[in-house]
């Protein structure tokens, strides 16, 4: 498995079927990575932004624990 499947399955919990497209982007976006190429390193910086976009649809306490489950992988 992938690193970028781990991670879509821990947002899935909070995302449901959004979690796959709303992470891609923030790799696409803010990392500058195609999603199966996240690595380890990537995943602070990308937790960073999952908890800032995240709070657009979950609120800032769900947002951030979403993003602390992510970097903790």
Same mark, same amino acid.
């Given at each position: 498995m992938s690193l970028y499947h781990d991670v879509t399955t821990v947002g899935a919990t909070y995302l449901g079927p959004a979690a796959e497209p709303f992470i891609g982007r923030q790799c696409t976006l803010y990392l500058k990575i195609q999603p199966q190429a996240l #690595?380890? *390193?990537h995943l602070? *910086? $990308?937790a960073k932004w999952i908890e800032v976009a995240g709070t657009r649809f979950l609120d800032a306490m769900k947002a951030k *624990? $979403? #993003?602390t489950k992510i970097a903790a992988l």
């Amino acid at each position: 498995m992938s690193l970028y499947h781990d991670v879509t399955t821990v947002g899935a919990t909070y995302l449901g079927p959004a979690a796959e497209p709303f992470i891609g982007r923030q790799c696409t976006l803010y990392l500058k990575i195609q999603p199966q190429a996240l #690595a380890k *390193e990537h995943l602070p *910086e $990308l937790a960073k932004w999952i908890e800032v976009a995240g709070t657009r649809f979950l609120d800032a306490m769900k947002a951030k *624990e $979403l #993003a602390t489950k992510i970097a903790a992988l």
